[in-house]
């Protein structure tokens, strides 16, 4: 739910552009992996560290989402109240906002679980913002299709957190949310 700009505090207004919910379930998916990684508890490291850096990353593809896509959301019913539109928040504050959040994804990812996440990571939000926001939705009607690839990837993100390696069981999980996508 957007809130009109005048009541949209600066705060809430930064957590907007994080698409809280949708990263919320991809974070969901990603624990889920670890709980699959292994026969016993995630260590309580990877699970809060993991999904931490997973929700950072996610958070800022999100913000770079809204920032590439201003224009179109100024447009549109359901999008003209975001951040960007309304001028809650500017296109320099949410670009700062979002290295912010991914260069403290990518600390916390190399520093506290290990390099095979942090890549995988990376490559996810550079899927995402990049090609996926960039590119395929402006280029082709499948661009949901193929743009499903980094909705997928959490799960595999999970799973490499716990276990430092990608293991054919990972790649069914991602499989499985790719082809549901």
């Known amino acids: ?40 508890m995630v260590p309580w490291n990877v699970l809060v560290f993991g999904a931490l850096g997973i929700w950072l990353a996610a958070a800022c593809a999100a913000v770079i989402n809204h920032v590439l896509d201003r224009r179109a959301d100024a447009h549109m019913a359901r999008t003209e109240r975001r951040p960007l539109p309304t001028g809650s928040v500017g296109v320099p504050q949410s670009l700062v906002f979002a290295a912010i959040l991914g260069v403290t994804s990518m600390a916390i990812l190399i520093t506290q679980i290990n390099g095979l996440t942090a890549v995988l990571t ?36 999970g799973w490499t957190a716990v276990t430092g390696s990608v293991d054919p069981h990972a790649l069914l999980l991602f499989l499985i949310v790719f082809v549901w996508t």
């Not at 705060?11 to 949708?22: C, D, I, Q």
């Not at 990376?122 to 299709?145: C, D, E, F, M």
């Not at 193929?146 to 997928?152: D, T, Y």
């Open 1 to 40: 739910s957007t809130l009109p700009a005048a009541t949209c505090s600066p705060w809430r207004a930064y957590l907007e552009l994080t698409k809280p919910k949708v990263v919320a379930l991809l974070v969901f998916t990603a624990v889920v992996g670890m709980f699959l990684a292994t026969p016993g």
């Open 122 to 157: 990376l490559a996810s939000l550079v899927g995402y913002a990049g090609v996926y926001t960039a590119y395929l939705k402006r280029a082709t009607p499948q661009n949901i299709v193929i743009g499903g690839a980094a909705g997928a990837a959490p799960p595999v993100l």
